[in-house]
Protein backbone atom coordinates (compact mmCIF):
# COMPACT_ATOMS: atom_id res chain seq x y z
CA UNK A 1 0.00 0.00 0.00
CA UNK A 2 1.58 3.38 -1.08
CA UNK A 3 2.83 5.05 1.81
CA UNK A 4 2.89 8.95 1.48
CA UNK A 5 4.50 11.73 3.39
CA UNK A 6 3.43 15.11 4.06
CA UNK A 7 5.25 18.24 5.30
CA UNK A 8 3.50 21.71 5.59
CA UNK A 9 5.35 24.66 7.22
CA UNK A 10 3.91 28.24 7.58
CA UNK A 11 5.86 31.15 9.37
CA UNK A 12 4.49 34.26 10.09
CA UNK A 13 6.86 37.03 10.57
CA UNK A 14 6.84 40.74 12.47
CA UNK A 15 8.99 43.92 13.04
CA UNK A 16 8.18 43.43 16.45
CA UNK A 17 6.90 40.60 18.74
CA UNK A 18 3.20 40.79 18.71
CA UNK A 19 0.10 38.93 20.36
CA UNK A 20 -1.35 36.51 18.56
CA UNK A 21 -5.32 35.67 19.40
CA UNK A 22 -6.44 32.26 18.68
CA UNK A 23 -5.55 29.83 15.22
CA UNK A 24 -7.73 27.47 13.70
CA UNK A 25 -5.62 24.89 12.23
CA UNK A 26 -7.00 22.29 9.71
CA UNK A 27 -4.08 20.33 8.01
CA UNK A 28 -4.50 16.92 9.50
CA UNK A 29 -5.98 14.33 6.36
CA UNK A 30 -9.16 13.30 7.12
CA UNK A 31 -8.92 9.41 6.92
CA UNK A 32 -11.49 7.03 5.42
CA UNK A 33 -11.75 3.66 3.41
CA UNK A 34 -8.98 4.55 0.95
CA UNK A 35 -6.98 6.66 3.38
CA UNK A 36 -5.34 5.64 6.77
CA UNK A 37 -2.71 7.84 9.10
CA UNK A 38 0.06 5.97 9.92
CA UNK A 39 2.02 8.87 11.58
CA UNK A 40 1.18 12.98 12.66
CA UNK A 41 2.80 15.71 14.20
CA UNK A 42 1.58 19.12 14.74
CA UNK A 43 4.57 21.82 15.72
CA UNK A 44 3.92 25.06 17.04
CA UNK A 45 6.35 27.91 18.10
CA UNK A 46 6.15 29.47 20.22
CA UNK A 47 4.18 26.96 21.94
CA UNK A 48 0.60 27.25 22.74
CA UNK A 49 -1.24 27.86 25.77
CA UNK A 50 -3.86 25.38 24.79
CA UNK A 51 -4.12 23.39 21.84
CA UNK A 52 -7.31 21.25 21.71
CA UNK A 53 -8.41 19.38 18.31
CA UNK A 54 -12.18 19.54 17.92
CA UNK A 55 -14.60 17.85 14.63
CA UNK A 56 -16.38 20.45 12.64
CA UNK A 57 -20.28 20.30 11.33
CA UNK A 58 -18.48 18.41 8.60
CA UNK A 59 -16.36 15.87 10.70
CA UNK A 60 -13.28 17.67 9.26
CA UNK A 61 -10.20 17.28 12.45
CA UNK A 62 -9.82 21.06 13.67
CA UNK A 63 -6.79 22.09 16.08
CA UNK A 64 -7.83 25.59 18.26
CA UNK A 65 -4.27 27.27 19.68
CA UNK A 66 -4.77 30.11 21.57
CA UNK A 67 -1.40 31.90 22.98
CA UNK A 68 -0.22 33.86 26.24
CA UNK A 69 3.19 34.82 24.50
CA UNK A 70 4.23 37.53 22.94
CA UNK A 71 6.91 36.95 19.45
CA UNK A 72 8.13 38.11 16.17
CA UNK A 73 7.72 35.31 14.61
CA UNK A 74 4.91 32.45 14.60
CA UNK A 75 4.92 28.60 12.97
CA UNK A 76 3.39 25.90 12.29
CA UNK A 77 4.80 22.55 11.16
CA UNK A 78 2.59 19.64 10.04
CA UNK A 79 4.01 16.29 9.28
CA UNK A 80 1.52 13.53 8.20
CA UNK A 81 2.39 10.01 6.98
CA UNK A 82 -0.44 8.01 5.37
CA UNK A 83 -1.21 5.00 3.69
CA UNK A 84 -2.92 5.92 -0.02
CA UNK A 85 -4.98 3.26 -1.45
CA UNK A 86 -7.25 5.01 -4.03
CA UNK A 87 -9.99 2.95 -5.86
CA UNK A 88 -10.14 2.89 -9.44
CA UNK A 89 -12.07 5.03 -11.41
CA UNK A 90 -15.86 4.24 -10.55
CA UNK A 91 -18.08 3.56 -13.22
CA UNK A 92 -22.15 3.36 -13.01
CA UNK A 93 -23.63 0.73 -14.77
CA UNK A 94 -27.23 1.01 -16.50
CA UNK A 95 -28.52 -0.61 -13.47
CA UNK A 96 -27.49 2.31 -11.11
CA UNK A 97 -30.28 5.06 -10.27
CA UNK A 98 -28.27 7.91 -11.37
CA UNK A 99 -27.19 5.92 -14.74
CA UNK A 100 -29.21 9.06 -16.45
CA UNK A 101 -29.49 12.49 -15.90
CA UNK A 102 -31.99 13.81 -14.88
CA UNK A 103 -32.03 11.51 -11.67
CA UNK A 104 -33.78 11.89 -8.66
CA UNK A 105 -32.01 11.20 -5.13
CA UNK A 106 -33.40 9.56 -2.66
CA UNK A 107 -36.54 10.82 -0.36
CA UNK A 108 -34.44 9.51 3.09
CA UNK A 109 -30.87 11.08 1.89
CA UNK A 110 -32.09 14.46 0.02
CA UNK A 111 -33.13 15.84 3.01
CA UNK A 112 -29.16 15.93 3.96
CA UNK A 113 -27.87 16.77 0.36
CA UNK A 114 -29.72 20.02 0.62
CA UNK A 115 -26.93 22.32 1.69
CA UNK A 116 -24.90 20.74 -1.10
CA UNK A 117 -27.71 21.01 -4.08
CA UNK A 118 -28.47 24.56 -3.14
CA UNK A 119 -26.61 27.08 -5.31
CA UNK A 120 -24.74 29.81 -2.88
CA UNK A 121 -23.74 32.21 -5.42
CA UNK A 122 -25.85 34.43 -7.15
CA UNK A 123 -25.64 34.10 -11.46
CA UNK A 124 -28.39 36.98 -12.33
CA UNK A 125 -27.81 36.43 -16.17
CA UNK A 126 -27.88 32.74 -15.83
CA UNK A 127 -24.38 32.16 -17.22
CA UNK A 128 -23.45 29.39 -14.98
CA UNK A 129 -26.64 27.91 -15.75
CA UNK A 130 -25.67 28.10 -19.74
CA UNK A 131 -22.80 26.62 -18.93
CA UNK A 132 -23.52 23.63 -16.76
CA UNK A 133 -26.13 23.05 -19.82
CA UNK A 134 -24.17 22.88 -22.65
CA UNK A 135 -22.88 19.02 -21.38
CA UNK A 136 -26.33 18.05 -21.65
CA UNK A 137 -27.46 15.92 -24.82
CA UNK A 138 -30.17 17.96 -26.60
CA UNK A 139 -32.14 15.09 -27.57
CA UNK A 140 -32.10 12.16 -24.75
CA UNK A 141 -30.86 11.82 -21.24
CA UNK A 142 -27.72 12.37 -20.55
CA UNK A 143 -25.27 10.08 -18.88
CA UNK A 144 -24.54 11.30 -15.65
CA UNK A 145 -20.47 10.21 -16.12
CA UNK A 146 -20.59 12.07 -19.26
CA UNK A 147 -21.85 15.57 -17.46
CA UNK A 148 -19.42 14.92 -14.79
CA UNK A 149 -16.36 14.01 -16.99
CA UNK A 150 -17.09 16.41 -19.69
CA UNK A 151 -16.93 19.29 -16.77
CA UNK A 152 -14.10 18.03 -15.07
CA UNK A 153 -11.78 17.59 -18.28
CA UNK A 154 -13.81 20.72 -20.02
CA UNK A 155 -11.83 23.37 -17.17
CA UNK A 156 -8.75 22.01 -17.18
CA UNK A 157 -8.57 22.54 -20.90
CA UNK A 158 -10.61 25.67 -21.66
CA UNK A 159 -9.63 27.96 -18.35
CA UNK A 160 -6.03 29.21 -17.80
CA UNK A 161 -4.50 28.08 -14.40
CA UNK A 162 -3.13 30.79 -12.71
CA UNK A 163 -2.42 32.04 -8.86
CA UNK A 164 -3.66 35.29 -7.31
CA UNK A 165 -2.16 36.83 -5.01
CA UNK A 166 -5.35 38.05 -3.58
CA UNK A 167 -7.01 36.06 -0.15
CA UNK A 168 -9.78 34.21 -0.62
CA UNK A 169 -11.82 32.58 -3.89
CA UNK A 170 -13.15 34.40 -6.67
CA UNK A 171 -17.05 34.28 -6.87
CA UNK A 172 -17.15 31.72 -10.26
CA UNK A 173 -19.38 34.36 -12.62
CA UNK A 174 -15.17 36.03 -12.62
CA UNK A 175 -14.00 32.25 -12.93
CA UNK A 176 -16.13 31.80 -15.88
CA UNK A 177 -15.66 35.72 -17.19
CA UNK A 178 -11.84 35.83 -17.26
CA UNK A 179 -11.38 31.77 -17.77
CA UNK A 180 -8.86 32.05 -15.50
CA UNK A 181 -8.37 31.16 -11.94
CA UNK A 182 -6.83 28.95 -8.87
CA UNK A 183 -7.72 24.94 -8.39
CA UNK A 184 -9.88 26.78 -5.58
CA UNK A 185 -11.81 29.18 -8.24
CA UNK A 186 -11.87 26.28 -10.45
CA UNK A 187 -13.41 23.50 -7.49
CA UNK A 188 -16.00 26.41 -6.67
CA UNK A 189 -17.07 27.36 -10.15
CA UNK A 190 -17.84 23.50 -11.33
CA UNK A 191 -19.39 23.36 -7.46
CA UNK A 192 -21.28 25.87 -8.48
CA UNK A 193 -22.54 24.77 -12.11
CA UNK A 194 -23.50 21.36 -11.00
CA UNK A 195 -25.45 22.57 -8.41
CA UNK A 196 -27.49 24.40 -10.92
CA UNK A 197 -28.14 20.92 -12.54
CA UNK A 198 -29.91 19.49 -9.15
CA UNK A 199 -26.50 17.59 -8.04
CA UNK A 200 -24.98 17.48 -5.15
CA UNK A 201 -21.47 18.95 -5.11
CA UNK A 202 -18.86 19.89 -1.97
CA UNK A 203 -15.98 21.35 -1.80
CA UNK A 204 -12.62 19.39 -0.47
CA UNK A 205 -9.27 20.83 0.48
CA UNK A 206 -6.28 18.54 1.12
CA UNK A 207 -2.96 17.93 -1.42
CA UNK A 208 -1.93 16.60 -4.43
CA UNK A 209 1.43 14.31 -4.63
CA UNK A 210 3.07 14.76 -7.86
CA UNK A 211 4.72 11.64 -9.12
CA UNK A 212 8.66 11.85 -10.03
CA UNK A 213 9.21 15.22 -12.22
CA UNK A 214 5.39 15.55 -12.74
CA UNK A 215 5.26 13.55 -15.70
CA UNK A 216 1.56 13.49 -15.51
CA UNK A 217 1.36 17.41 -16.08
CA UNK A 218 -0.42 18.55 -12.75
CA UNK A 219 0.01 22.03 -11.65
CA UNK A 220 -1.30 22.79 -7.95
CA UNK A 221 1.67 21.39 -6.71
CA UNK A 222 3.66 22.78 -3.46
CA UNK A 223 0.67 24.44 -2.05
CA UNK A 224 -2.19 23.23 -0.95
CA UNK A 225 -5.04 21.62 -3.14
CA UNK A 226 -8.40 21.57 -4.01
CA UNK A 227 -11.37 19.62 -5.88
CA UNK A 228 -14.94 18.92 -6.14
CA UNK A 229 -16.75 15.80 -4.29
CA UNK A 230 -20.36 14.66 -6.11
CA UNK A 231 -22.87 12.99 -4.40
CA UNK A 232 -24.78 10.41 -6.21
CA UNK A 233 -27.31 8.01 -5.34
CA UNK A 234 -25.48 3.85 -5.29
CA UNK A 235 -22.13 5.67 -5.48
CA UNK A 236 -21.41 8.07 -2.73
CA UNK A 237 -19.00 10.17 -2.73
CA UNK A 238 -17.29 10.60 -5.69
CA UNK A 239 -13.79 13.04 -6.24
CA UNK A 240 -12.90 14.67 -9.04
CA UNK A 241 -10.07 17.82 -9.85
CA UNK A 242 -10.76 20.11 -12.79
CA UNK A 243 -7.16 21.85 -12.07
CA UNK A 244 -5.63 18.08 -13.57
CA UNK A 245 -8.03 15.96 -15.10
CA UNK A 246 -8.66 13.57 -12.01
CA UNK A 247 -11.69 11.34 -11.38
CA UNK A 248 -10.95 9.66 -8.11
CA UNK A 249 -8.60 10.07 -5.30
CA UNK A 250 -5.73 9.39 -7.67
CA UNK A 251 -2.67 11.40 -5.97
CA UNK A 252 -5.17 13.74 -4.00
CA UNK A 253 -5.16 13.33 -0.28
CA UNK A 254 -8.01 15.10 1.40
CA UNK A 255 -7.60 17.51 4.44
CA UNK A 256 -11.32 18.92 4.80
CA UNK A 257 -14.88 18.84 3.03
CA UNK A 258 -17.25 21.26 3.33
CA UNK A 259 -19.65 23.24 1.66
CA UNK A 260 -18.31 26.20 0.56
CA UNK A 261 -14.39 27.08 0.80
CA UNK A 262 -14.57 29.84 3.25
CA UNK A 263 -15.29 26.54 5.77
CA UNK A 264 -12.32 24.42 4.58
CA UNK A 265 -8.86 27.34 4.89
CA UNK A 266 -6.26 25.55 6.91
CA UNK A 267 -4.74 27.64 8.78
CA UNK A 268 -6.55 30.50 10.17
CA UNK A 269 -6.03 33.76 12.73
CA UNK A 270 -5.36 37.06 14.18
CA UNK A 271 -2.51 39.08 15.42
CA UNK A 272 -2.70 41.83 18.09
CA UNK A 273 -0.57 44.92 16.82
CA UNK A 274 -0.31 47.75 14.38
CA UNK A 275 -0.90 46.65 10.53
CA UNK A 276 2.54 47.47 9.62
CA UNK A 277 4.11 45.54 12.51
CA UNK A 278 3.73 41.95 9.91
CA UNK A 279 5.94 41.37 7.54
CA UNK A 280 4.86 38.31 5.92
CA UNK A 281 4.36 34.61 5.28
CA UNK A 282 6.13 31.69 3.86
CA UNK A 283 4.95 28.40 3.32
CA UNK A 284 6.50 25.51 2.49
CA UNK A 285 4.40 22.21 1.06
CA UNK A 286 6.03 18.57 0.15
CA UNK A 287 3.90 15.62 -0.89
CA UNK A 288 6.90 12.38 -1.65
CA UNK A 289 6.60 9.21 -0.94
CA UNK A 290 7.96 7.93 2.33
CA UNK A 291 11.74 7.73 2.43
CA UNK A 292 12.12 11.10 0.55
CA UNK A 293 11.60 13.43 3.19
CA UNK A 294 14.73 14.29 3.54
CA UNK A 295 15.62 15.33 -0.43
CA UNK A 296 12.32 17.10 -0.52
CA UNK A 297 11.82 18.86 2.53
CA UNK A 298 14.57 21.30 2.40
CA UNK A 299 12.76 23.91 3.96
CA UNK A 300 13.83 26.73 1.04
CA UNK A 301 10.68 27.25 -0.64
CA UNK A 302 8.60 30.14 -0.59
CA UNK A 303 4.76 29.69 -2.14
CA UNK A 304 1.79 31.18 -2.41
CA UNK A 305 -0.50 29.10 -0.24
CA UNK A 306 -4.52 29.06 -2.35
Given at each position: MPLLTINHKTVYRYTRPVAFGEHRIMLQPLPGHDLRIRASQLEIAPKP????WIHDVFGNSVAIATFDERADTLSFTATATVEHSPAEEFALTPDDPAYFYPFLYDDEEFPDLLQFVTPQYGDPNGELSAWARQFLDAEAPTP???ILSGMTHGIRRAFAYRKRHERGTQHPLDTLQTGSGTCRDYALFMIEALR???IAAR??????FIPGDG????VGGGSTHAWVQVYLPSAGWIEFDPTNGIVGTRDLIRVAVARDPRQAIPLHGTYLGSADAF???EVDISVVAAGEEMEAWDGTRQVEEV
Open positions: MQLRTFKRLGFVSGYIVDGYVGM
